[in-house]
């Protein structure tokens, strides 16, 4: 198998600043780089998108929503990091998910590394079940496992920004490791099939 470049775009589904899904993404990011993808990150709360609304997009998609659509169209992974409110995901990225995928789907045949930090005991697990049946919707795969909840995120994370739980750290670099060897066999599909 040629190994080709994996482009991957990184996005924390929770705009606060001080955010635990924001630290976590931070550590995937590191682990994605370190195995050779070549990661950029797309801030939610710089981009403000505006809150979704067909009328708006009748006088043609806001700017902001047109970056967001090129940067996912760009990406081969995506690697999200994911709060839960109320059980499921909550507003401001499933907000950006549908400008994202309205009137074309840019997510169509892309990989995603989907994981989260929660407060709660679940870790993300219902909003993380309710993302994956989202961006499968979209024609995104996810592997099946392994799955990472970051339960008790308030007591999760060191003063440097690392996991507590070693587990868990390994359990995160083996969803990516395995995330980005299913991005690069579905890039060798496509050059194989235009190759024919
Ligand atoms: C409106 C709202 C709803 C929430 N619902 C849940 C929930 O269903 N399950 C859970 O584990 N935590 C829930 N939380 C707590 C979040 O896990 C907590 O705020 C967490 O820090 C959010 O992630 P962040 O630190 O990345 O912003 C909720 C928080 C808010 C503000």
Known sequence: MTIQQLNILAVSG???????????LQIAKKIASELGA?????????????VFDEDLRAHGFPESVVTLKQAIESADILLIATPEHNHSIPGPL????DWASDKTNPFS???AAIFGASTGLFGTL????HLRQVL???NVELVPQPQVFI?????????????VDSKLMKQLHLLIQETLKLAQ????????????
């Open 14 to 24: 929770s705009l606060r600043t001080e955010s635990f899904n924001r630290k976590a």
């Open 38 to 50: 070549d990661v950029r990150e797309i801030d939610l709360k710089t981009l403000a998108l505006p």
């Open 94 to 97: 499933k907000n950006a998910i």
């Open 109 to 111: 045949g892309k990989a």
């Open 126 to 129: 219902r909003s993380q079940l």
């Open 136 to 138: 499968t919707a979209l």
């Open 151 to 163: 339960r008790s995120a308030h007591e999760a994370f060191l003063p440097d920004g690392s996991l």
């Open 185 to 196: 066999c579905k890039k060798e599909n496509k050059v194989n099939v235009l190759n024919k």
